[in-house]
């Protein structure tokens, strides 16, 4: 915009200079002057404008000739130079997020799945050129084919799976094989696949409540093994500890020798004779003849 009006200003200026040099306001009639020279000046800026492109941050530059069509080589940041005939298109070179974008697939059991999907993506600065081509704007370029072919890809993928495992387990391979898909088709427009991401998945009531279901009852399965896990696991340990306590038990009896035994005897006497002598029958108080 600046350089637009910047151009007119000089053409005016061009305009102008040329009537005062020519113009004899006098005789009032045409008439070479040398004041006509002073148009030289703007009329140079003008052309040199004409010739030199600038391409602002964040953006890459086209170029389009009337002679040649468009370039392939595409312009960066900065001043370039150029024909009077060339002109320079620009292109956002930011990334770019189209979101809330709902998509219908079916699955491979048949069902059908809606899904809201953001995606991000971001024009090439070397194949700007092929968006150019395609698609003159980015506008055009987000209309025609970056849910188009999002849709696409998600439509490919799910054909290969079932309606519980997308909504289950498998719904980060199913996002990977979508991403890869749509880095080849974007990159062939001249595009970078930055990122899809699925916030949102609605298969319908029937089908979330039988998803519900078959969780609960997996989970029933799960808490069932791990409790007999757990329990084969405490029978295993008593078993060691008792089998450890028999071992133990059984050295100990091998070591009790008839001599080992009279000695823990004699350690544990308290030098004290008995007292009573005889059979069950017959017993005997020896202890007054002791006292003797």
Request: hydrophobic letters at 50%; charged letters at 25%; proline letters at 1%.
């Given at each position: 915009m600046f350089k637009f009006t910047l151009q007119a200003i000089?053409?005016?200026?061009?305009?102008?200079?040329?009537?005062?040099g020519l113009f004899d306001f006098t005789e009032e009639k045409f008439k070479p002057n040398k004041r006509g020279l002073y148009a030289l000046?703007?009329?140079?800026?003008?052309i040199s404008s004409m010739c030199v492109a600038v391409v602002p941050a964040n953006t890459v530059g086209v170029k389009y000739s009337?002679?040649?069509?468009?370039s392939e080589n595409t312009l960066g940041e900065g001043v370039h130079f150029k024909t009077p005939f060339d002109t320079i298109y620009e292109i956002d070179t930011t990334v770019q997020e189209r979101t809330g974008e709902k998509i219908k697939v079916q699955t491979s059991d048949a069902q059908f799945l809606e899904m809201v999907v953001n995606i991000k993506y971001q024009v090439s600065s070397k194949d700007a050129f092929k968006v150019y081509k395609g698609y003159k704007t980015l506008e055009a370029l987000n209309k025609n084919i970056i849910a188009n072919y999002a849709q696409s890809a998600l439509s490919e993928?799910?054909?290969?799976?079932?309606?519980?495992?997308?909504?289950?387990?498998?719904?980060?391979?199913?996002?990977g094989k979508a991403s890869n898909l749509l880095k080849e088709k974007?990159?062939?427009?001249?595009?970078?696949?930055?990122?899809?991401t699925i916030k949102d998945m609605?298969?319908?009531?029937?089908?979330?409540?039988?998803?519900?279901?078959?969780?609960?009852?997996?989970?029933?399965?799960?808490?069932?093994?791990q409790n007999k896990q757990i329990a084969q696991k405490e029978a295993e340990t008593k078993l060691i500890k008792a089998q450890g306590e028999a071992n133990a038990?059984?050295?100990?009896t091998s070591q009790l020798t008839d001599q080992i035994l009279i000695e823990q005897w004699i350690e544990k006497w308290d030098g004290e004779l008995p007292t009573v002598s005889g059979s069950n029958n017959?017993?005997?108080?020896?202890?007054?003849?002791l006292e003797k």
């Open positions: 000089l053409l005016i200026t061009v305009v102008s200079l040329v009537v005062w000046i703007p009329l140079v800026l003008f009337s002679f040649s069509g468009t993928v799910c054909t290969q799976y079932n309606i519980i495992d997308i909504l289950g387990d498998k719904r980060n391979e199913v996002i974007y990159a062939s427009e001249g595009v970078t696949f930055k990122d899809l609605d298969a319908g009531a029937e089908i979330e409540n039988a998803i519900k279901q078959e969780a609960v009852a997996k989970k029933n399965v799960e808490t069932a093994e038990n059984a050295v100990k017959n017993m005997i108080d020896i202890s007054k003849l």
